[in-house]
């Protein structure tokens, strides 16, 4: 990928618009638990109440990226746009907790719950607001309340494929389903997916100068990519952006755009 100097990637804040290799490492959702034990996780754990959190951080600079993966996925979701990230910020991911390297009981959380246990961990490891946040599938949700909780630590955010609450509850819960952790009862998993969804439901609105992206992928079907109309009126500065040659996981397929998109954020929040 072409590098191209982080001052000529921005969004302009007075008409809200975009102007504008590195190795997979193992996934522990593809080792058994044995085998887990003699992998050196590449970050470090963190604790967090009962439980310990992988997190790695990596970068230097005024501005700090957090990567929230979606449900069943961990930090190495981001292992393509890690290291570019870091090259102009400090840039946080992690596991959430029963995913990946974290260690602690394995269950399934609401969107509120890994919103405080992200927060707490940013406080543990010292890293000051505001942030900018880029989120997946499930993880966009989490991002959202996060802002809405606490809109004085947040400079904007990156929706990456992300879900909105007023999906089918069904493939809301599906998420679940798919996490490496999932659990048995499917009533189960229904009453995780309608509780994070009431919660986005309840939250306060966004702040309306908050900046907003929307990544959405071109190779999605039509009934996704309506639901991603919704997000396109978060803020008054939400910019809808279409990845045409990219499927699901645009994180996956298409790094690059999630690197331009993040350091947009990041420059509008240097001029912040």
């Known amino acids: 990928m072409t590098s191209t100097p982080l001052t000529d990637k921005y969004i302009n804040l007075d008409t809200c618009a975009v102007v504008t290799e590195f190795p997979y490492m193992l996934n522990p959702f593809m080792l058994s638990d044995d085998e887990n034990r003699f992998v050196t996780p590449p970050g470090e754990l963190v604790p967090v109440g009962d439980r310990q959190l992988h997190t790695l951080i990596t970068g230097s600079g005024d501005q700090t990226i957090i990567l929230e993966a979606g449900n069943g996925g961990c930090s190495q979701d981001w292992s393509r746009i890690q290291p570019e990230l870091s090259k102009h910020a400090v840039v946080l991911s992690y ?114 100068s908050m900046p907003v992206i929307v990544l959405t992928a071109g190779k999605q079907t039509e009934e996704w990519k309506d639901s991603q109309q919704a997000l396109f009126e978060l803020t008054n500065c939400t910019i809808p952006l279409t990845v045409q040659d990219s499927e699901q996981d645009i994180h996956i397929h298409q790094p690059e755009a999630v690197v331009d998109a993040a350091l947009s954020l990041a420059i509008l929040g240097q001029r912040g």
């Open 95 to 208: 596991d959430r907790a029963g995913f990946g390297w974290s260690r602690g009981e394995e269950k399934q959380q609401t969107c509120r719950e890994d919103v405080e246990d992200l927060r707490t961990l940013l406080a543990v490891k010292q890293l000051k607001p505001p942030y900018v946040f880029v989120g997946t599938s499930f993880g966009g949700m989490t991002i959202r309340l996060f802002a809405s909780m606490y809109p004085d630590e947040v400079s904007g955010l990156l929706l990456v494929d992300s879900i909105h609450e007023g999906m089918n509850i069904e493939a809301i819960a599906s998420g679940y389903r798919r996490s490496a952790f999932a659990v048995a009862d499917p009533e189960l998993e229904l009453r995780y997916a309608r509780e994070s969804v009431r919660q986005l439901y309840s939250a306060a609105p966004l702040r309306p």
